[in-house]
């Protein structure tokens, strides 16, 4: 019975935190999104990063909270990249699918996914997330190492 309980109290607190909570702007044309990105980029001297995944994902939401609340993290995103948040409907809509083509099938790996293209709109790398993950969350180091290394400056030289 105290299991149970336990399980519907974890239940319920879970599908409030990520419920409320909506990163996706599901009424923008993604096209659109990532080329204005990219334009920004390109005049920022940075790189953009795709988070590919839905406001229906749970590990996409936490992903999206968990870089914004650490601080360290962050920094490195701001400084070095524009950062969006690219809705993923379901594997079924088409618009879903020329919207992974464009970022290198990028769906294939789960979501979310991260997808770094450089100034000019090309696929420089692609992120699975589970790499980043540690038990029910992401892992600071992980996270934050991939972020470094994919900076313009580490990718340039």
Not at 28 to 34: G, K, L, R
Not at 87 to 95: A, H, T, V
Not at 126 to 140: A, F, R, T
């Amino acid at each position: 019975m105290k299991k149970t309980i336990m399980m519907m109290l974890m239940m319920t607190l879970f599908i409030t935190t990520f419920a409320q909570t909506k990163v996706y702007d599901e009424s923008i044309d993604p096209f659109e999104q990532i080329d204005q990105a990219v334009a920004k980029a390109k005049i920022d001297g940075k790189y953009v990063i795709c988070q590919l995944g839905g406001n229906w994902c749970p590990w996409c939401i936490k992903f999206a909270k968990f870089i914004k609340e650490d601080a360290e993290i962050d920094k490195v995103v701001n400084d070095n990249f524009v950062y969006i948040h690219v809705n993923y409907k379901s594997r079924k809509d088409e618009l879903a699918q020329k919207v992974s083509k464009r970022l290198g099938n990028a769906g294939r790996f789960g979501f979310p996914v991260l997808v770094i293209l450089n100034p000019d709109g090309s696929v420089l790398h692609i992120q699975n997330s589970s790499y980043l993950e540690e038990g029910l969350g992401y892992n600071k180091a992980k996270v934050l190492d991939f972020f470094s290394k994919w900076t313009p400056a580490s990718v340039q030289g």
